[in-house]
């Protein structure tokens, strides 16, 4: 029963994701990456990946904590959010502090990485609320709400697109703007869903600030280390790719750009599994027969991925992005593409086995994983990024993603065996 209620719901979320996330890569961001020309876009793109690497400050594996904390210890889902109000307000302006000093120091617009890094924050906060469904298994409510960002910022940018012509400048401001008034609008829509369907607070005595800090160290951790592996590679251009770098991050971020979209759909079980995972283990249930559907589908889209890619990579390339006089070597931006593209099938498939380590309490597992899959992807740019560029960088992400993924794959079925 729980697992034809699970590929309800994840049906759902996929079909509700799937309609709106994909119109915002071809309708928006693709438009401002072509405007925009590699160099200024690899600029805005370096302001970015700075953002979203510290972003983990705003949560500190927060989110994951009192998802599992819920769940092993039956509190009431509204403690999750008195527990770590001020928590989260004290590690966003940590956040902002840190992001702004390393942005001075690497010469990146102060203007645009605090835009940046305020859309980033409002993000994190929409995910804290988005907690909530998820303890209360409302997975589609959650869906709806998590796409409401897109979905406003969406119609603004056609609407003012669609209505003026305008400069560079511009055109990155209208992102980020359109952005941000998304952002608002499903923090209050989450705030709406959770203050109308939650009871008035029970006399349960809120946590400490310090209990919950300590409680979340793991989480802090795996997490630091996981989003650190995974963007430490824009970071060192700068020291190991010859100018113009930003030209380089903006080859590469053509993939990523697309790839974070397919990671973003790919997420999506580890937010539904890692509740279902915990109260199973809890419980003493089997935990096989979801994991089994969840590993059919994303391997069933990975093998999709590869083929596309293996006969019509050049065509959606040349259709998505189009050909400029600069960009006269072709195969190395094709290469690059596909390759960061390919990176999405140990990415999707470390959200279902990561996830069940994690509902196992396997943090010092993950994070002693995360800590060699971090050192592994530094060697490997600092080796093939002088040679290679931008493609060398994929490569390395390719291969660090993929040696995480097998070793959580290793370890969650060592697990499961000895059950």
């Not at 079909?15 to 309708?27: C, D, G, H, Y």
């Not at 959606?316 to 960061?340: A, M």
Request: glycine content about 6%; some cysteine; hydrophobic content about 55%.
């Amino acid at each position: 029963m729980q697992l034809k209620a699970f590929i309800k719901d994840l049906a759902f979320v996929q079909v509700v994701n799937f309609l709106v996330k994909p119109l915002w890569i071809l309708a928006v961001d693709r438009v401002v990456q072509n405007q925009l020309g590699q160099e200024l876009y690899g600029q805005y793109y370096a302001a970015f990946n700075l953002a979203v690497m510290l972003i983990i400050l705003t949560d500190l594996g927060l989110n994951n904590y009192l998802t599992k904390d819920a769940v092993d210890e039956s509190k009431s889902s509204m403690s999750i959010i008195r527990n770590s109000i001020k928590i989260k307000l004290v590690l966003s302006l940590i956040y902002f502090a840190l992001i702004l000093l390393i942005g001075w120091q690497k010469d990146i617009p102060l203007g645009l990485l605090a835009w940046v890094g305020t859309n980033l924050v409002l993000l994190s906060i929409s995910q804290w609320l988005r907690v909530w469904f998820n303890v209360t298994k409302a997975f589609r409510k959650e869906s709806l709400v998590a796409v409401t960002d897109r979905l406003v910022a969406i119609l603004l940018w056609l609407g003012i697109f669609g209505a003026f012509t305008l400069e560079n400048q511009e055109l990155l401001h209208l992102l980020l703007g359109a952005q941000t008034i998304g952002f608002i609008v499903a923090i209050g829509i989450a705030l709406f869903f959770i203050f109308k369907e939650t009871a008035p607070l029970s006399s349960e005595q809120p946590t400490h600030l310090k209990q919950v800090l300590i409680s979340c160290l793991p989480f802090t951790l795996l997490a630091f280390f996981m989003a650190a592996f995974t963007r430490i590679d824009v970071e060192l251009m700068d020291y190991f790719i010859k100018a113009p770098v930003n030209y380089h991050k903006g080859v590469y971020a053509q993939g990523f750009v697309i790839l974070n979209a397919g990671n973003m759909m790919a997420a999506l079980f580890g937010t539904m599994l890692l509740p279902i995972f915990t109260k199973q283990i809890k419980s003493q249930e089997t935990v096989v027969p979801i994991m089994k559907v969840s590993t059919l589908i994303i391997g069933a889209s990975s093998l999709l991925v590869l083929l596309i890619l293996q006969f019509w990579g050049s065509e959606i390339y040349q259709i998505y992005y189009k050909s400029g006089p600069k960009e006269h070597d072709f195969n190395y931006h094709l290469k690059t593409f596909c390759t960061v593209i390919f990176v999405y099938i140990p990415m999707a498939l470390t959200y279902v086995f990561g996830t069940y380590l994690t509902a196992l309490g396997r943090f010092k597992l993950l994070v002693i994983l995360a800590v060699i899959t971090f050192v592994l992807n530094v060697c490997l740019n600092i080796y093939l990024q002088p040679i290679l560029n931008a493609y060398g960088a994929a490569i390395a992400a390719l291969i660090t993603q993929s040696f995480f993924c097998l070793a959580c794959i290793f370890y969650s079925l060592l697990a499961l065996r000895k059950k």
